[in-house]
């Protein structure tokens, strides 16, 4: 089983759309939770990252930690074509990162 | 605004060749990472660095070494390519006191051994 699952996609929303994109994990260590957002022949960038249970906004964007059920979730509202990218989750383990595989998101107009 | 620059965008490579992939990042970092990423497997960490001359295995050193000689300069090098080394190569950089959870990428280097 791999310490961090996420499902590739792709997803495919209209313009406007709630999109919801999901990570569970299976080591109770992790502490640092992360988003990463990389656009096609780019490398990753950090979007947001959280520290504890709960909720962060930062504009558009809300990151969700349940580390009660081993579930991070990042939230787009009003979704626009230019956020059609692949979302990578990432989790802190000692002194690395561990990535999920990404979720390939399409937002069309 | 942080960047990392890798020295370039795609290679191709013949089986047993030595290969030099460099990384420099220009915002004093401490930590820098090699990365590879392949479909289906997501990035997997092959070096990192705390510091000028130390480095550290990641999960999958097999193949790899690592040079860094200066504080923004961190090398990735396959001693002798294999087919099975054609990926995606990304390298980042984070300060120190981030504990590495704050990585800034470069926009990796596609490499294709043949």
């Known amino acids: 089983q791999k310490e961090v699952e996420q499902d590739p996609g792709p997803l495919s929303v209209p313009e406007g759309a709630i999109v919801s994109l999901n990570c569970t994990y299976s080591?109770?260590?992790?502490?640092?939770f992360m988003w990463y957002r990389q656009y096609s022949r780019k490398g990753p960038e950090l979007l947001m990252y959280?520290?504890?249970?709960g909720n962060k906004e930062d504009g558009r964007f809300t990151a969700q930690v349940d580390k009660s059920s081993k579930y991070i979730s990042l939230f787009i509202r009003d979704s626009q074509p230019s956020d059609s990218a692949t979302y990578l989750c990432a989790m802190k383990s000692t002194d690395k990162l561990i990535f999920g595989t990404g979720t390939r998101l399409q937002v069309f107009p | 605004d942080v960047k990392v620059t890798q020295s370039s965008r795609y290679l191709v490579k013949r089986t047993g060749e030595k290969v030099f992939l460099e990384c420099v990042q220009d915002?004093?970092?401490?930590?820098m990472f090699w990365y590879r990423q392949d479909p289906g497997l997501g990035l997997r960490l092959i070096y990192f660095s705390y510091d000028v001359k130390m480095k550290e295995k990641g999960d999958i050193p097999e193949g790899y070494s690592v040079s860094r000689e200066k504080k923004e300069r961190f090398s990735l090098i396959l001693e002798s390519a294999s087919t099975n080394q054609t990926s995606m190569y990304l390298c980042a950089s984070s300060l120190h006191q981030t504990g590495g959870t704050e990585q800034y990428f470069g926009p990796g280097t596609r490499l294709t051994v043949t």
């Open positions: 915002m004093d970092h401490e930590n």
């Open positions: 080591n109770s260590a992790f502490q640092y």
């Open positions: 959280t520290y504890s249970s």
